[in-house]
């Protein structure tokens, strides 16, 4: 004689035995049915046997969906993320109140029948035959738990979720067949739990764990007799039984739940009539789904990490199954996001730019030799309201950015000089460096034919007073266009886009730079990500690593958790250290009596550059110490707004100059991230000093601000400077025909005066 299984269930041999004797009677009440003609019902009857016998023999259990969870590199939440808002628990983790109130509503019968209730069946049949139509079903938990399955397995797809829903007595049929198999494989208990951790109780809520939290803001083990009731209500019909929206109905739907687990015994009477008089006891926490939730304005960040596993090859061999995974969930993400620069960042933006401005800034900062992002915001919060954004100006376009990065100015200069000195060219070499001259003619390219200035292009600096000749050490702290385009056009274009190359900066659309000697001055758009990651080299003795977001990753099925692998940066030498020594020396005059005063750190070593572009339309300061380096930007995303006569974080500036906006953003940025951390110094090379020009005069210069001090403000072909406080007309100077590429953010009228 067969088994009987624990429980009084029948064994699978006897399910099967019983199945001919029943599939017609199944096949018109399972979860529903309704066949219109005793004839019909014979006929889809005989067709049962062989469909059923058809059917596949292994069920798979779906993983389910679940919640993932992103963290900054001290373990601290920045958000949670989902497409199903879930998280599997054990069923000792589940309250008994919840259990044995699931099973008296939906299958009181679950410990006595295997996996097809037959009494149960019978009972429905007789129902709906009196009703005319279908009044009752007869689905046990185990048939429940294969169709959500189903339904899992569907995902977000419209056509897989109607096809696992469709009221056919052949997927009917395959329900069946499943759950004699499940029965047998994971026993009651492990079928209560899964049901449990899979169903849908509303409000965005999958599984009990969820429902727990989102409807008493508690764990599911916590729950008492009355809470569960009422989530084991809301199972049949979510929206109709939704608590927060009609509690009347909740109520009612929640006492006929008390009443059945009366009447089965699982209560006593008396229990049951208290917890009918209790109120609802709702505590309702709203749900927290995406980057647009996370702490400390890391939602541009939260999404850059979500880009980083959607693209990268690591995480999957195409940008379905990757998708796939990240819907699916369950992740732990570690990032490399430190929650000190975080903060830093956040605060310095904030405090420098207002959110309603005409403009925005953004700021990033990255670990020179290991390539982590520390920190990433911007002065307009994630959002789709008025002054906020969903793009992250501080990355490229494929990874959430704008659509061409914003031009460089002058931060674009130490490329050449680097390029310049790698090559051999000292640190003393000096040109004429007039005020104004064309493009010098021809220039190498690394193939193609030499730039020719067939137009008589020119190119003028800030001011008149701005006279060579000049060396590299001058040239750079007072960012002198006219030294920049002699020495590109001294050494050619070829080193320059080598040593760019080496230094993975590419335009914000993902093209390389254009061999045109006016790359010297920053005319094409960059995104602050790529120039922080690239000063970062300068850093750390010249190599260059790649930006990562991403320290581990584990991931949650069932209840082990897995590893998975995650990018890793790629470090490689870009330039010998007495390069970036050099570079580090330069860049130190520039915070020290350049154009960069202003963003000088007082408590360690810093070096940097200043930026601004033609018609001040964008504003940038990229600065490093050896432990950290960053890059800001400030300007208009849509490149329509003239950084004159404007008001920005409540301070009225006539011009805008990179070392006086930018400049102590990144100041404050990275002295609060820097706070506690190890003081470091560059390993700085004597560079005689510039003793001035032919004439034997210095070249003090004003800060565009009538102040006329050595060297003071921004650089790099702007008007408003002037020696010894004066000032001058605005210069004008052109580039070379047909250069400047690209619309929108970084387009057509982004051309940098230095």
């Known amino acids: 004689m067969p088994k009987k299984r624990s429980g009084g269930g029948l064994s699978p041999t006897q399910q099967a035995a019983k199945f001919l004797g029943v599939s017609v009677l199944a096949g018109a009440v399972m979860a529903g049915i309704a066949l219109p003609a005793a004839g019909a019902l014979g006929l889809a009857a005989k067709g049962s046997v062989k469909g059923f016998d058809e059917i596949p023999d292994n069920l798979k259990s779906p993983q389910l969906s679940q919640r993932t969870t992103i963290l900054d590199n001290q373990g601290q939440q920045i958000a949670t993320v989902y497409s199903r808002d879930r998280t599997v628990v054990d069923i000792k983790d589940i309250s008994p109140y919840m259990q044995k109130a699931i099973v008296a509503i939906e299958d009181s019968r679950f410990y006595q029948h295997g996996a097809i209730d037959l009494k149960g069946v019978l009972r429905a049949v007789n129902k709906n035959a009196q009703s005319g139509g279908v009044a009752q079903g007869a689905s046990t938990l185990t048939q429940q738990l294969v169709k959500n399955y189903f339904i899992e397995e569907a995902g977000d797809d419209p056509t897989k979720v109607a096809q696992a829903t469709q009221q056919t007595l052949g997927r009917k049929i395959k329900e069946l067949k499943y759950a004699i198999q499940l029965e047998e494989k994971l026993g009651k208990k492990k079928i209560l739990e899964n049901y449990l951790n899979i169903t849908f109780f509303g409000e965005q809520a999958y599984g009990v764990e969820a429902a727990s939290e989102r409807y008493f803001s508690k764990h599911a083990k916590d729950l008492n007799l ?244 000049f060396r590299m050490k001058d040239a750079m702290a007072k960012s002198v266009n006219t030294y920049f385009v002699q020495l590109i056009s001294d050494i050619g274009l070829c080193p320059v886009v080598n040593m760019t190359d080496s230094l993975h900066v590419v335009q914000g659309n993902g093209d390389k730079l254009p061999e045109q000697p006016a790359i010297a001055l920053g005319s094409v758009g960059l995104s602050p990500l790529t120039m922080a990651s690239a000063y970062a080299a300068f850093a750390s003795d010249g190599t260059y690593c790649t930006p990562i977001a991403i320290e581990s990753i584990s991931q949650k099925i069932g209840n082990e958790q897995k590893s998975l692998p995650v990018p890793k940066s790629t470090c490689t030498r870009a330039m010998n250290q007495k390069t970036a020594d050099t570079v580090n020396t330069l860049l130190r005059g520039v915070v020290d009596s350049g154009t960069g005063k202003e963003a000088g750190l007082t408590d360690r070593e810093s070096a940097g550059k200043t930026g601004t572009t033609d018609e001040r339309k964008n504003a940038w300061f990229v600065g490093y110490t050896p432990n950290l380096s960053g890059a800001v930007w400030v300007g208009s995303p849509q490149q329509n707004v003239e950084m004159k006569n404007i008001s920005i974080g409540g301070v009225y500036r006539p011009l805008v100059y990179g070392g006086e906006v930018p400049g102590p953003i990144w100041k404050d940025a990275m002295t609060g991230a820097l706070q506690g951390k190890p003081v470091q110094n560059f390993n700085l090379v004597d560079i005689p000093d510039d003793n001035g020009d032919n004439n034997g005069n210095g070249h003090g210069r004003g800060d565009g601000n009538g102040r006329g001090d050595n060297g003071g403000g921004d650089n790099g072909g702007l008007p408003g400077g002037g020696d010894n406080g004066g000032t001058n007309p605005n210069p004008t100077f052109s580039f070379p025909g047909n250069f400047i590429q690209g619309q929108g953010n970084g387009g057509r009228n982004g051309r940098p005066r230095g």
């Open 226 to 469: 009355q809470e569960s009731a009422l989530l084991a209500g809301i199972v049949q019909s979510p929206s109709r039984y939704d608590p927060v929206n009609d509690e009347a109905e909740a109520t009612k739907r929640r006492n006929t739940v008390l009443q059945r687990m009366a009447e089965v015994g699982d209560i006593s009477r008396q229990e049951a009539d208290k917890a009918m008089k209790a109120p609802l006891g709702l505590h309702v926490s709203q749900p927290k789904n995406g980057c647009i939730t996370a702490v400390k304005g890391a939602s541009f960040f939260c999404k850059y990490v979500e880009n980083v596993f959607l693209s990268d090859p690591v995480f999957g061999k195409t940008k379905e199954d990757r998708a796939k995974i990240w819907n699916r969930g369950g992740l732990t993400i570690r990032t490399t996001l430190d929650p000190q620069a975080q903060e830093s960042v956040q605060t310095s933006l904030k405090d420098h730019v207002n959110q309603s401005d005409k403009v925005a800034a953004a700021a990033t900062l990255v670990q020179p030799g290991t390539g982590k992002i520390l920190g990433m915001g911007q002065s307009r919060p994630y959002g789709y309201g008025k002054n906020e954004t969903e793009y992250n100006y501080s990355v490229d376009r494929d990874m959430g950015g704008s659509n061409y990065g914003f031009p460089t100015g002058s931060t674009f200069k130490p490329f050449v000089a680097a390029a310049a000195v790698e090559g051999g060219k000292p640190a003393t070499q000096e040109y004429s460096s007039p005020y104004k001259m064309k493009y010098p003619s021809p220039v190498q390219r690394c193939e193609s034919q030499p730039y020719v200035n067939t137009k008589g292009e020119t190119v003028e600096n800030e001011n008149k007073s701005e006279v060579g000749p």
